[in-house]
C-alpha cells in the first residue's frame, strides 16, 4: 500500500485558541530523515501550556506534542540504519511535520530508538520527552545541566556510589526517569519524596527512600541526615514550582546544584548554583548528548534498565487529547503518562 498523501492532526488553529482537528499533508523525509506512522503519543504539561500561556509558537495553526512511538513508513536518503516497518520512539520537536499530534510525522534517523519486543507503542510512547528532560539535568554540562558523567561514558558507569542525589517529586514522569538514571550511574543513596502511595514502585525503579512529600523543608532535612552522612550536593526538582524550588536549595550544602524544570522563582545564595533545564531535543547544547543516549536507549529499555512510565489511554484518538490535556491542567493526573492513538481518529 503507498503513503497517503493527507493525513488528521489536532492543531491549535491560533495563539490561545483551541485545538481543532484538520486535515494536513503527510510530509516526506529529508536526507537522514525517516517518515513514522505515529501508533501512539503521549502528552506532556508543555501542551496545554503553550495553548494556554502563548509562549514557543508563533506559526499557526500548530502542531503539538512531543512523543512519537509508531512503524516507519519511508525513509529518507543516506539512512541506511533503519527500514520500512521498523518499530521505532522518538522525541518530536517543535515544527508542524515533526510534532506528534498527527498520524504521520518526520524524525531524525540518528535519534530515534528500537521499540524492544518486551514493551508497546504506549509504553515506548512515555518516554523520549520525559527522559530527555532527567537526562539532560543530570548529564549535560554547567549552565545546562548538573554536569555528571553520562551512562553512555566509561566515567558514568558506577562513579557516584558514593554520592547522594535527592529527586523532588519521584511519582512524576521526569521524576521516575531521573531515579532510574541516577540509579543507572550508582548514585547511592537515591533519596525522593512522594505521597505513601507511590512508595514500593519508585523503590522499583530504584529509589533507595522514600520520603514524605509534605514534610517541611526543616523536616526533610532532618530525615535526610538519617539516611546519609554525606553532604546533600545536587537535588533534581522534577516538579519546580516554587515552594520545591525553595526546598531544593534550601537542604543543599554549601557548594550544591539544583536542578529545575520550569522557569526560576528562587533567589539562589552566593555558595549554591541553579541549573536550569529546557530538555528540547534538537537544541546545538543538546543533540550531541541526545544522539549518544539514542544510540544506547533500546538497550536499557530492553534490560529493564530504564523502565516506561505507567500509560492511560485516551479514547477517540486525535479527539481524545483535549481531554487529557485538561486532566493535565486540572492536575488530575499522577504517576502515569496519557497516551492517544492517532490512527484511531474518526
Not at 531521573?178 to 514502585?201: C, D, E, M, R, W
Request: glycine residues 8%.
Amino acid at each position: 500500500m503507498s503513503t497517503p498523501t493527507s493525513q488528521k492532526a489536532l492543531a491549535l488553529v491560533s495563539k490561545f485558541g483551541e485545538f481543532i482537528i484538520q486535515n494536513f499533508p503527510v510530509p516526506r523525509p529529508g536526507p537522514g530523515q525517516i517518515l513514522v506512522k505515529i501508533k501512539s503519543t503521549s502528552i506532556n504539561p508543555i501542551d496545554w501550556k503553550i495553548q494556554k500561556y502563548g509562549f514557543f509558537i508563533e506559526e499557526f495553526p500548530a502542531i503539538l506534542g512531543c512523543d512519537i512511538a509508531g512503524d516507519i513508513e519511508v525513509v529518507g536518503e543516506g539512512v541506511t540504519q533503519w527500514a520500512k516497518g521498523d518499530r521505532v520512539f522518538f522525541e518530536a520537536t517543535f515544527k508542524n511535520e515533526e510534532a506528534s499530534f498527527q498520524q504521520y510525522t518526520i524524525g531524525n534517523a540518528v535519534t530515534a530508538a528500537r521499540i524492544p519486543d518486551n514493551i508497546s507503542y504506549d509504553q515506548a510512547a512515555s518516554i523520549p520527552a520525559t527522559l530527555t528532560c532527567a537526562y539532560i539535568g543530570l548529564f549535560n554540562k554547567e549552565p545546562h545541566g548538573l554536569g555528571f558523567e553520562a551512562p553512555t561514558t566509561v566515567a558514568g558507569k558506577g562513579t557516584y556510589s558514593d554520592t547522594p542525589l535527592v529527586v523532588l517529586g519521584g511519582p512524576s514522569s521526569v521524576g521516575q526517569y531521573a531515579i532510574q538514571l541516577a540509579k543507572l550511574v550508582g548514585f547511592s543513596p537515591v533519596i525522593t519524596t512522594a505521597a505513601a502511595k507511590h512508595n514500593n514502585y519508585l523503590k522499583s525503579l530504584g529509589a533507595d527512600y522514600v520520603l514524605d512529600r509534605n514534610l517541611s523543608t526543616p523536616a526533610l532535612s532532618v530525615e535526610i541526615s538519617k539516611l546519609t552522612d554525606k553532604p546533600i550536593k545536587a537535588v533534581y526538582d522534577a516538579i519546580s514550582s516554587k515552594e520545591t524550588q525553595q526546598m531544593g536549595h534550601d537542604i543543599l550544602a554549601s557548594g550544591g546544584k539544583l536542578c529545575i524544570v520550569v522557569n526560576p522563582a528562587v533567589n539562589v545564595a552566593e555558595d549554591k548554583k541553579l541549573v536550569f533545564v529546557i530538555g528540547i531535543l534538537n537544541l546545538p547544547h543538546n543533540i550531541g548528548l541526545l544522539t549518544d543516549m539514542y544510540t544506547a536507549l533500546s538497550q536499557w529499555v530492553e534490560a529493564g534498565l530504564i523502565k516506561p512510565n505507567k500509560v492511560e489511554v485516551l479514547p477517540g484518538g486525535l479527539a481524545g487529547i483535549k481531554e487529557g490535556l485538561k486532566m493535565l491542567e486540572n492536575d488530575q493526573v499522577s504517576g502515569l503518562k496519557l497516551v492517544a492513538h492517532p490512527q484511531e481518529t474518526l
